[in-house]
């Protein structure tokens, strides 16, 4: 939850965020206590029903609906800002990255936040030496930062901030992505 809040320091207040997917509810309730109007989604009805229950058991009035991350049913620029988090690295491939950024994008009216994981990290490097050796294959795919500055200049959007605890330790990451267009 460091990562979010040092993304969402420059985030105003006053935003309707959606939380995409929302798993079980953390980010959602992280950013509620912290005064966002939020909104979660996620395409599982199990990760619904512990969302529900987890916002429910903490005073939050948050809506939680059933999405589509790819196909979502909310107006272009519905959201102020758009945070997905923890779901990047299970896409292995770069079409269906760019058709989920393009998707957050017509979603969001400034800001989009996104985790992903980095592939000039220590662990991920391990990763690929692992593999190159014929072990098992890792399922977390693993995407540049240059990568999605592609996908999201052509969305319209320009990268903020790259935030990591430490950038070449750890994996995760989280970019602050804002619309440029008016």
């Keep these: 939850m460091r990562l979010i809040d040092r993304a969402f320091a420059s985030i105003p207040r006053d935003h309707r965020v959606l939380d995409v997917p929302c798993g079980g509810g953390r980010v959602t309730a992280h950013l509620a206590h912290r005064g966002y109007a939020v909104s979660a989604a996620d395409l599982s009805d199990a990760m619904l029903d512990i969302a529900r229950s987890n916002l429910a058991a903490q005073g939050l009035g948050c809506s939680v609906e059933k999405q589509d991350i790819e196909h979502l049913s909310v107006p272009?620029?519905?959201?102020?800002?758009?945070?997905?988090?923890?779901?990047?690295h299970h896409f292995p491939e770069p079409c269906i990255r760019h058709r989920v950024i393009r998707e957050l994008c017509r979603v969001a009216g400034r800001y989009v936040v996104l985790?992903?994981?980095?592939?000039?990290?220590?662990?991920?490097?391990?990763?690929?030496?692992?593999?190159?050796?014929?072990?098992?294959?890792?399922?977390?795919?693993?995407t540049s930062?240059?990568?999605l500055e592609i996908y999201f200049r052509l969305e319209g959007f320009r990268l903020v901030e790259d935030f990591a605890r430490l950038p070449l330790l750890h994996t995760l990451h989280l970019a602050l992505f804002e619309r440029v267009d008016p």
Excluded: C
């Excluded at 272009?76 to 990047?88: A, E, M, P, Y």
């Excluded at 662990?123 to 399922?139: C, D, I, P």
């Design 76 to 88: 272009d620029r519905g959201f102020d800002t758009v945070v997905s988090f923890r779901l990047f």
């Design 145 to 147: 930062l240059a990568e």
């Design 115 to 142: 985790s992903y994981f980095s592939p000039l990290s220590v662990t991920s490097m391990k990763r690929r030496l692992r593999e190159a050796r014929g072990g098992r294959k890792s399922e977390k795919h693993a």
